[in-house]
């Protein structure tokens, strides 16, 4: 199972706990996770990334095993500590600063 | 048993006030949606318990809520607004063409006889409607067409359609008013759009008298003469007698005509309330005194209405659509600051309490009346 921690705007809006547990076919991606993620919570659909364009929403980050991966292409697999569960994958709403 | 119910959107969710038709004891129910945008919260007047709360979040975008039990609980539903066709471009801040971009929801329209058929104002500007309760929403485009379209800009605030009024005696005929840009009549449900500016003098824009580039803050109407119009402007309180065809400046003795709402009595359709604000730079209320202004003879002559608000230190804001009127024989009167008060009425303006302080910055107050 994957692991998935999602920012606290995204767990009110689907009324989550912080983690999420998530069956995710190998090759595992931020792609796949993000698929399994949204068929399972339709609400968040567009909230991470664009309807149609699959792209990152400006102000989500990607981060795992101490790594900022929100630049990283969306098929790349992911580290295989996140494959193997024993990492989460981080959604994270960036900094607002002030 | 008759009573209100009081929808507040703020920088950070949504709260439900409610009390009897007496209106001097409130339930405060919230936040919904925690930590979000709340732009507006708004009920069918078809059906008071079916809600729409349009949620939104620089980081997450653009979500609609609705609600069937009068905000009780809440569910998700279609939040993909898609501009029509090609959109193509407005003015940008430094003149050059710019692409339509949402970017979110600032105001709900429910129409009058179906409560899944609703408008929505969105920045930027343009409306959309919904005919299936929210579930998937279609640009009216024939606005955003108008052939003035490429030539609109957005201020300060951005490029934002935040008001939208269905003539309750003819569905044909709608008004919106976009910010940076204008008012604007259909009287073919959407279809088609003319400017109605007429009469309007911004001296902040280059041509004071141009069809477009007004930044209109907030129109409204008594539902018993549609076609009497009051506006506040960026500057000027202006009126219409003939639907927007022709407006005149109703400001009168207003220590400044500088605002963001505006709304008429429910039973008095010559009684307009204002919130004047000090300048375009200093939004918050003149000398620190929060004061509601009265007209009961349709504008130029004012009253100020000053019991239970703050008379000193009160450097707060009250947003375009923050204010609101309920329907029971004693109109109530409602507005909501950036300081997260809430003020009530019971009695036209008289006199007033807040229903509560210390809410986040309030972006729309709504007036349910419950029969």
Redesign the interface.
Known sequence: MIRVELPAGLRVLANLDREVTLEVPAPVTPRAILDALESRYPVLRGAIRDFITDRRRPLVRFYACRQDLSHEPLDAPLPDAVARGEEPFLVIGAIAGG | MSGVRVLVGTKKGAFVLTADGKRDKWSVNGPF????EIYHVKGSPADPNRLYASQS???????VQRSNDGGKTWE?TG??FRYDGTPGTHQWYDGTPHPWDFKRVWHFEPSLDNPDHVYAGIEDAAIFETRDGGATWKELSGLRDHRTGSQWTPGAGGMCLHTILIDPTNPDRLYVAISAAGAFRSDDRGKTWKTITKGLNSKYIPDPTAEVGHCVHRIALHKSRPDVLFMQKHWDVMRSDDAGDQWHEISGNLPTDFGFVIDVHAHEPETVFVVPITSDQEHFPPEGKLRVYRSRSGGNEWEPLTKGLPQKDCYVNVLRDAMAVDALDDCGVYFGTTGGQVYASANAGNTWAPIVRDLPAVLSVEVQTLR
């Open positions: 949606f925690s930590g979000w979040s620089g980081w997450f975008g653009q979500q998700p939040k993909e």
